[in-house]
């Protein structure tokens, strides 16, 4: 079978292709959920041309978790920016042959089914390297591949329970999980890292790659801190709401409107609190707070004290004085206070991209080259590019309607 590139988002927007990182690069993706679809964008975002494979009548679930962006939903949005959408049944040998055959074409392969699945699909790691000794194969999944727990299904918050996330986060009242998917957007970036350096050892070697990439792994990872206390320690740092168990002061401060987050890294940066912003030599001096475990240890005494004198300003006049003295800080913002932020607009982050309910606003990716703006193409409808995508397989019409009819009526 030959396989012609359709066009790449970079081409679309009218960006040169040389300057897109992953131009040229294909992956095809059978994803769900939140991560792979966003390490799989984030490829799409540097120019890699992006097949997502989606069932038949439904599509990726994530189509269907809110309504929110003038009717399509907000993850959605946010996770399939600039991909191709093939919609396939994977239940039948053809619609199974059809993407074995997408995948021969492609020079990543990206999945997060249910544990067992691909392999139950014929889309197996080994059995795909086997056909193709190049392929970089990235498998997302909850668990990794063996223990106790390698066959459980495994979502965000799931995830976040099993690895004491949740332990540590919210009140010292109330355990909470993160306020965003931390475990999913976790094994994204690994996802996504594991692409590129499988991508750049096969350049040098021109051998592919298989890796395994878990919710859990990832999470684990990102608990270092708090892990190696327990292990070194032998306690478990306690919630702190928005203060830090390691370091004070470091918390939401009251102003006279309002109040300002200040982060005290160090001595220098408490020293320049209390006689820069403060005003207050003596504080400076006070021996129980002259390190930052004698400030851990004396939290509360220095808390109070620093709350008692940032309630004399206002919370933009604070937040100032903080700024000119290189003291860390910011205001408690929300959502209305994110989208409408003076750093976006000042930067120029914001572009606009297709949907098929119209254009919409979305956030540049966060990796900025010097030389080119990475690509921001459309969010595909279901099915959007079967038919172009099958025809440059080597389908006949003929077969891509009545893949079109079950499109329609799956």
């Given at each position: 079978m030959s396989?012609?590139?359709?066009?790449?988002?970079?081409?679309?927007?009218?960006?040169?292709?040389?300057?897109?990182?992953l131009a040229g690069v294909r992956v095809v993706a059978i994803e769900q959920a939140v991560a792979a679809p966003l390490a799989t964008r984030h490829l799409a975002d540097l120019g890699a041309e992006v097949i997502k494979v989606e069932r038949v009548g439904e599509g990726d679930f994530a189509r269907a978790y809110d309504?929110?962006?003038?009717g399509i939903a907000s993850h959605f949005v946010w996770l399939n920016r600039g991909k191709r959408s093939v919609a396939l049944d994977l239940k039948t040998a053809r619609g199974?042959?059809?993407?074995?055959?997408?995948?021969?074409?492609?020079?990543?392969?990206?999945?997060?089914?249910?544990?067992?699945?691909?392999?139950?699909?014929?889309?197996?790691?080994?059995?795909?390297?086997?056909a193709h000794p190049r392929l970089v194969v990235v498998n997302l999944s909850g668990y990794g591949t063996a223990g106790p727990k390698a066959q459980r299904k495994a979502y965000d918050m799931l995830v976040q329970a099993e690895t004491g996330l949740i332990s540590i986060t919210g009140t010292p009242e109330t355990p909470t999980k993160t306020g965003i998917p931390t475990a999913d957007i976790a094994a994204a970036l690994y996802a996504l890292t594991s692409v590129l350096a499988g991508l750049f050892r096969r350049e040098r070697t021109g051998a592919g790659a298989v890796v395994d990439v878990s919710l859990f792994d990832a999470t684990v990872e990102w608990l270092g801190h708090p892990m190696y206390v327990q292990m070194y320690a032998g306690h478990q740092l306690p919630r702190m709401g928005l203060s830090h168990a390691a370091i004070a002061p470091y918390d939401a401060y009251p102003t006279r409107d309002g109040q300002v987050l200040i982060g005290v890294q160090n001595d220098r940066g408490w020293d320049l609190l209390c006689r820069k912003v403060l005003g207050d030599d003596e504080l400076a001096e006070d021996p129980r707070f002259a390190t930052n475990q004698l400030r851990v240890r004396h939290r509360q005494e220095i808390d109070g004290a620093v709350a008692q004198r940032t309630r004399g300003w206002g919370t933009a006049e604070l937040e100032q004085r903080l700024a000119d003295a290189g003291v860390p800080a910011a205001q408690l913002n929300d959502m209305a206070g994110l989208v409408a932020h003076p750093q976006l607009s000042a930067r120029d982050r914001w572009r606009e991209i297709g949907t098929e309910a119209g254009r919409i606003q979305a956030v540049l990716p966060p990796m900025t080259f010097s030389d080119t703006e990475l690509a921001m193409g459309d969010v595909p409808a279901l099915g959007q590019h079967t038919d172009t995508v099958l025809t440059r397989l080597g389908i006949d019409a003929e077969e891509i309607a009545r893949l079109r009819h079950d499109l329609v009526v799956g």
């Open positions: 396989f012609e590139v359709p066009q790449s988002p970079g081409e679309q927007a009218g960006l040169p292709l040389a300057g897109l990182p309504s929110y962006v003038n199974r042959e059809l993407v074995t055959g997408l995948i021969g074409t492609a020079d990543v392969f990206v999945q997060n089914l249910a544990p067992g699945a691909a392999e139950r699909l014929g889309l197996g790691a080994e059995l795909l390297r086997a």
